[in-house]
């Protein structure tokens, strides 16, 4: 459920907010943004996406019972105030300044929510944390909003598409630490440039408390991912005083980020949730190369230069055993014409048995690829074969 835990009554809210409400008072019972799932005693909030408008349904939440928060004077039973989105942020505020839980925010290029997970398992159950994707202009508010009286820590990951994203988070959200995993050059499409992709996550240092609370996973120089995360959390847990045992052996990856699919004798290494060049090379990088296969897909929203990166990152590869499909691979595969680089173009002609064959000798599959390629259906097959 999602609440304002030190606000009570609707005139609580609108007296934070610094607005009138002539309506009835009452205790809110929670704060709504789908009027699917509203409630009589709730504020209903309404959000606007490309392809949602909450505002369209402000009429339906107060017949459900809702007082709303809207800048539409015309509708009763509201708290009309000026933008209702940056009033959201306000909430958000206040919501980790009363709760005084550790605050850490993470963002990056890539590995952001490996190392939330890695986070929340050290910390242990008093950690709150993002849910899966919610890393957007939505799910920031709805992560700081469903933290519970019970929590001591919250660990908030944030995602950017596009220049100037993270602005009015760095305008209004605080933070006791604040992660930079490392930037790379994915969405080029969006960001035009790696300058513009770096210049956008540092807004977020604009919300430290302490400013020395900053960790540059930049800064840290392991080949091993594992080991570059591992010394990230060693950091984070430095800066704010936590004396906690860090011990992964029994950590799961989330689905698609490194989690490991035990087969026959072998092990497939699922990396299918997104894909950059350097995450490709830092996760490779744990793996004994003479005992590892990887499979790749294209890599997406590399902007005009996407064809000249897939073939830069065949060069690295060349010594490795790859698979490759998708048609930005393709025709690099075509132009680089590797023996150690062989192209298949889908499903069915995917080489099912010769890595199943690999798996039965103690060998690894490594899969990945962006969110386009669907490389989960790979993963699938050699799990099921």
Do not use: W
Not at 39 to 60: A, H, S, V
């Amino acid at each position: 459920m999602f609440k304002v835990n030190s606000l009570k009554k609707i005139s609580d809210y609108a007296n934070f907010l610094g607005i009138d409400y002539d309506g009835e008072d009452f205790i809110v019972e929670g704060i709504s943004f789908d009027t699917r799932k509203s409630k009589r005693n709730q504020l209903f909030i309404p959000l606007k996406g490309e392809n949602f408008d909450g505002n369209d349904f402000l009429q339906k939440a107060i017949d459900l019972g809702c007082v709303v928060l809207t800048n539409k004077k015309f509708f009763k039973n509201s708290l009309i105030v000026e933008d209702v989105y940056t009033s959201l942020l306000r909430l958000c505020a206040l919501q980790l300044q009363k709760s005084r839980v550790s605050t850490i925010f993470i963002t990056g290029s890539f590995g952001k929510t490996t190392i939330k997970d890695m986070l929340k398992h050290v910390l242990g159950n008093k950690c709150h944390a993002s849910l899966e994707n919610q890393n957007n202009e939505f799910g920031v508010p709805y992560t700081i909003l469903s933290l519970k009286d019970e929590h001591e820590d919250i660990v908030i990951e944030f995602g950017a598409r596009k220049s100037g994203d993270f602005n009015k988070f760095a305008k209004f959200l605080k933070c006791d630490a604040f992660i930079l995993t490392g930037i790379s050059n994915s969405h080029l499409e969006t960001f035009k440039s790696e300058l513009n992709t770096e210049r956008t996550k540092l807004r977020l240092r604009e919300c430290l408390k302490d400013s020395n609370n900053f960790i540059d996973g930049r800064q840290i120089k392991y080949q091993n991912y594992k080991e570059k995360n591992i010394e990230i959390i060693r950091k984070t847990l430095k800066l704010l005083d936590k004396k906690r045992s860090i011990n992964f052996d029994h950590f799961e990856a989330s689905a698609g980020r490194g989690n490991i699919i035990k087969k026959y004798n072998g092990e497939i290494i699922d990396q299918t949730y997104n894909a950059s060049p350097s995450t490709v090379l830092a996760t490779l990088m744990e793996f004994d190369p003479k005992k590892t296969t990887a499979i790749l897909g294209d890599m997406a929203e590399l902007g005009d230069k996407e064809l000249e990166i897939h073939i830069n990152l065949l060069r690295v590869l060349k010594n490795k055993s790859v698979y490759v499909t998708g048609n930005l691979f393709k025709k690099a595969s075509d132009i680089l014409s590797l023996k150690s680089i062989t192209y298949f173009k889908n499903e069915y002609d995917f080489p099912k048995e010769t890595l199943l064959e690999r798996l039965r000798n103690n060998e690894k599959v490594y899969i990945k690829g962006s969110r386009s390629s669907r490389m989960e259906r790979y993963v699938d097959i050699l799990k099921n074969g």
